[in-house]
């Protein structure tokens, strides 16, 4: 079984800097990409930025330049450097992860983190 855990999430002050960690572990084939997303109070949940298993990275238009996603030297994980943060930063924040499970059909399947919370505040 596939699981994702996430931690580094918590209280910051406006322009402070967290880093987000993301492993996932059990019976895993392959990662084709690991994200970070994040949902606030009564809003969807968005992507915050992805990278793929080649290293391809992609970002939200709002933490462009202020966030940067990485992959660990420790085998299937993913961090979330994020710096400048705004109280507009407050959210969940979930890992994401496509992957192929081993002893399956070998499919691509999406899984979830149970989330982090990120409170920007003064």
């Known amino acids: 079984q596939v699981q994702l855990v996430e931690s580094g999430g918590g209280l910051v002050q406006p322009g402070g800097s967290l880093r987000l960690s993301c492993a996932a572990s059990?019976?895993?084939?392959?990662?084709?990409?690991m994200g970070w997303y994040r949902q606030a109070p009564g809003k969807q949940r968005e992507l915050v930025a992805e990278?793929?298993?080649?290293?391809?990275?992609n970002y939200a238009d709002s933490v462009k330049g202020r966030f940067t996603i990485s992959r660990g030297n420790v085998k299937n994980t993913v961090y979330l450097q994020s710096n400048s943060l705004k109280p507009e930063d407050t959210a969940v924040y979930y890992c994401?992860?496509?992957?192929?499970?081993?002893?399956?059909?070998?499919?691509?399947?999406?899984?979830w983190g149970q989330g982090t919370q990120v409170t920007v505040s003064s």
């Open positions: 994401k992860a496509r992957l192929v499970p081993g002893g399956r059909d070998y499919g691509t399947y999406t899984y």
């Open positions: 990278i793929t298993s080649g290293g391809t990275t």
């Open positions: 059990g019976n895993i084939f392959r990662i084709n990409a």
